[in-house]
């Protein structure tokens, strides 16, 4: 039988020993799983000595009204001044939240040095799919950019600082895109990004090139992109305020960039299902994340399972042990995931449910009498004799 610190399997310390540590398995689950326990502080503030925003981990800046569109199939345009924060991660730059999906809506996306225009589009069969256009080697660590996307009769065109880099025409982006509420270095299901915004700028038209080449210029240079004579943008921010909880559109209408106190969650996921998290496979900058998450929920649920199981069949012996651990696994889990919800930092999936009760069942797996003496004697002040039969 197995002795802790002199003690055998019948006496009621070895059932407080076993107890002890099943429950700070469980504290270790459940703080892994909900922290922090609040939202947290708004990760936003103002550049020093120049004009801009800066956004870091748990950052992020809404729109007070949303964006509309007289006609959703016109042309459109925009602009961004921006200086990545991070070179080996990815994150929502910009985002629209006008797709009837929340986990696909316009938007602006680093991936590394790369970018991606993400949009939802109708395929032949009515379905909405999400749709990708990437451009690599966009950005430089150290180094601001001024990207330009446009819109119109079928065509799509990235321009950075000025000069086109890629054009599709089956992308199809248009203004009915750019409608909706605007987010800043986040997405409306929680994608955030760390970097500084220094000016923005959307459009109702198409620039054409000699425009894009004249905005940059003018923007470089610490002026107005309002040209006379030419089409005024729906929305501008030049991000010159310096203080305060708000960037004011110069356009004078309601889409007042709001800094609030408290990071948020435009549309937390609740329970969301493991198949948008799989279809992240495709892309690249993504896949990595999701394989590390899976080994993680798995692996931090073995214990529970391993010490529970020996805990109910040593300590408390019950009917059906194994059974009831994963069970008990699956339980803590739902809990952990319904919880989440109500936490910006955190993600509310089936995915991980579904781990985590796979964890549970391996560690319920490897539980035997000769495996818990092992696991014992890797504790401190532990001898052990024969294993219990």
Known sequence: MIRIMGLDPDQPAYTKILGALCAFILCVLLTAGLWPFCAPKNDVEWIKAANGLRFGRNGIAASADDFRSISSDNECSLEIWLEPGRMDNSGTILAFDSSPDPNAPFALIQFGAGLAVQRARVDSNGNKVRSWFTTRHVFESGKQVFLTITGGQGKTAVYVNGVLVRAASGFGLVSGDLTGRLLLANSPTRNGWQGEISGLAVYSSALTPAEVKTHFERWMQGESPIVPGAESPVALYRFDEGVGTV?????????????????????????????????????????????????????????????????????RPIRRPRLTVI?????????????????????SGINDLITNTLGTAIGVALYSPVSLRKAMSLLPAISSGPAPS
Do not use: K
């Open 327 to 347: 069970a008990m696994g699956l339980a803590v889990s739902l809990l952990i995931e319904i919880t989440q919800y109500f936490l910006p930092t955190r993600n």
């Open 247 to 315: 960037v004011h559109d110069r356009m004078g209408s309601t889409h007042n960039l709001v800094i609030p106190a408290r990071y948020f969650v435009l549309h937390p996921p609740f329970l969301e299902s493991p198949l948008g998290d799989f279809h992240g496979l495709s892309a690249g900058w993504r896949s990595w994340g999701l394989l590390s998450d899976v080994c993680v929920n798995i692996a931090g649920f073995v214990p529970l399972g391993f010490f529970f199981t020996a805990y109910l069949s040593v300590a």
